[in-house]
């Protein structure tokens, strides 16, 4: 450390001196952190330009492709009395209810009069247990999956049980009142498979102190669907409210019930005739089911309640499989040799064990081992693992062995092991390099086998190729696993099929009770009413009104992004340092940052050509519309502003864009919306082929693509907020800034201690002298 002597004896002002000396030192340095700086800045403004383009891209997927008002509908009821509707973006066509039978109702359980109290403790009860569980409907109309479980205590009341009931989701409304229990389904409808609509699973005790005899748990099975004739076909629905393409329609009353009412009995009847006979008979579905069944597993039988009844046998198609798997790939190491080689951390060396080095192994010491080059890439723990197991050695080898393999035959396709001329073209390539398999590949005819080749990896051809033998196992393995497979999915669909004409027989069983209810207890009179008609139009004002806030947000953004680029730079005003903003005011900082800040981005290409772009968008058609005169934005009356001074805004004609909306609202949304992909057809014009390129995205989607393709060109300079400096160009610049700081924060250091040590040196010379001269006085 150099020891600071100041103008003592020369009475200078040394710290003035090397302060200004040093300021003159310091302009690489205030040049490079104002460079620094400049990039910090020019990263941010990037980021800020992304950061638009994030939230035009949010605004165009909620908006303009996720429907919003592009594709919002009004709908009207001929009689709202009798069906009140609203519309979905999805409504289309014409619906009409011709009749309602039946209203939708919720089951209720209602147990007998008791002598308890809703203050009366459970105990009094003297149960047995202390919790209950409930299944109930569902909105889809049948039992919830699983049966929710209601704990309780003994110094609970009868209250507190039913404000736990109703609190734990059950699907029920219990209620306790004038010594009596009721459960109301919260779900309304007649469960589909007539298992009643709520069961208590578990606790049947406590509701039959509380009034109820069950002994089954059904409870409540009297829930009532809405019954009614849609379009002219009998259907029924668990609620009264429901959705018919696109339309939310609540029915109010029954109408024309009588007609209705026999209608459905009817189709209910026929119904349920067309389930049976799909099931009965011998090219029923039980009879394939029984066939399926007997084939792959085996048997004989001959009835469907033989196959409920039986423990089925595995089946013989499992088993060969099984059997050629497990003998090329089961392990044959006994439990101590297993749990040795699980601990072995590269498996891989060895299985490259030669016979050769497993006797060096077992034929020297640990430490002689340790000094030959064949085992110098083993770890130490590897090493003393082998010496210690040398024995097992060869098993071990044998296993990493067989553990490859079986990774090999894994990621194989097991069509390409099981065809001839695939394993024949294996065969041949034994012992070439993977450049020459590949050219062999190419070389084929085209076809299904190239096609099979080109599309597995070659290394993993070339290691097959390496043993006919091992080839030949695993053919014949991957055929009893297609043979396998191909059974079990043939089994697997028929026994889907069988199981679903099951629950459709007990489901029209169901219905046709219903309907047949209905029937016998509806009066041929009753409320007579016109069918109901149900028509949705689309809400243009909504719609335009979308469109403007598109043409809006879209000028907006183009606006700022013009502005950055026709901004003025201020070569003058370079980024202050901490010691220029000392003699600055707050304000005055503030107006010199506005212009240093200004022109990071003037005439930048990328968003320059990314505006560009996204302009190009707006000029094709869009493929795939109905009606080729209003498939461009153009053609609605949106187009770009022909003003200069605009550069590429946006400008509504109103009129067009009106008529557009009232000729086919539907494709105006479609036009923005409409998924699709960029094709290139050949196509022959005047005699001769030329290629067409069609683009069937909306206009959404083709500005959505090209932002993407802008944010990920100035990711590539200024990175994504939290990202690290080195992947990213402005980031590694301002990593070499930091870099170039140090040093020259380095450098200063030494050069403020060389001034020092000089002016050190002067003042203890002159000190000297001054000594000196005072002997002569």
Known sequence: MVTRIGGLASGMDIDSLVEKLMKAERMPLNKTFQQKQSLEWKRDAYRNVNAKLKTFDNFLLDKMILSGKMNQKTATSSNENLVSVKATSGATGNITIGGVSQLASAAQ????????????????????????????IGK???????????????DMTINDLVKTINGTGAGVTALFEGGKLSLTAKNTGSEKGGQGEIIVTGGLEVFNKLGFASTDGKLASNGKNAMFEVNGIQTERSSNTFTISGYEMTLKQTFNAGDVALKQYEAAELELKNAQDAMAGPNGL??????????????????????????????????????????????????QEQSVYKDFADKNRIAKLSDDDIDTIKNNDIDTLRTMSQFSAYSDADLNRMK???????????????????????????????????????????????????????????????????????EQLQFLAQDSTRLTEFKDIAAKQVTYEKEKASYDSVKSNYEAGLQREKDAEQAYANAEE???STPTGGTTAAPVTMQ???DTKAAKEQITEFVEKY????????????????????????????????NEQKLWDEKAKSGLLRSDSIIRDGMAKMRDTFMGSVAGLGDKFMDSLAEIGITTSKDMKNSGKLVINEGKLDAALEKDPDQVFKMFSQTGDVTVKEQIVNGKTVKVTEDSRGIAWRLRDEMKKMTTQIEKQAGRDGAVNNTFSLGRAINESDTRMTKLQAKLRDVEARYWKQFTAMEQAINKANKQSSLFS
């Open 109 to 136: 359980a209602v147990g007998n009069q008791t002598e308890y109290t809703g203050d009366s403790k459970l105990s009094e009860l003297n149960l047995s247990v202390n919790s209950i569980s409930i299944q109930s």
């Open 140 to 154: 889809d109309g049948r039992l919830t999956t699983e049966a929710t479980k209601v704990n309780f205590t003994n």
């Open 286 to 335: 039980t009879q394939k089911y029984i066939d399926a069944a007997n084939r792959y597993f085996g048997t004989s039988f001959s009835t469907i309640d033989e196959i409920k009844n039986a423990t089925l046998p595995p089946s013989a198609f499992k088993t060969d499989f099984d059997t050629a798997y497990n003998g090329k790939f089961a392990s044959t190491l006994t439990e």
């Open 388 to 458: 210690d197991n040398a024995d097992s050695l060869e098993k071990f080898r044998n296993q990493a062995n067989k553990e490859a393999d079986e990774r090999l035959y894994q990621a194989t396709n097991k069509n390409l092991l099981t065809n001839d001329d695939a394993i024949t073209f294996l065969n041949s390539m034994n012992g070439k390099s993977t450049e020459e398999i590949t050219t062999a590949i190419n070389d084929l005819a085209d076809g299904s086998l190239k096609t099979m080749l080109k599309g597995t990896n070659v």
């Open 518 to 520: 209905v029937k016998n």
């Open 536 to 538: 949705a139009t689309s």
């Open 555 to 586: 000028n907006e953004m183009i606006d700022e992004f013009n502005k950055q680029l026709k901004e003025s730079k201020y070569r003058d005003y370079a980024p202050l340092t901490a010691e220029q903003r000392k003699d600055m005011s707050e």
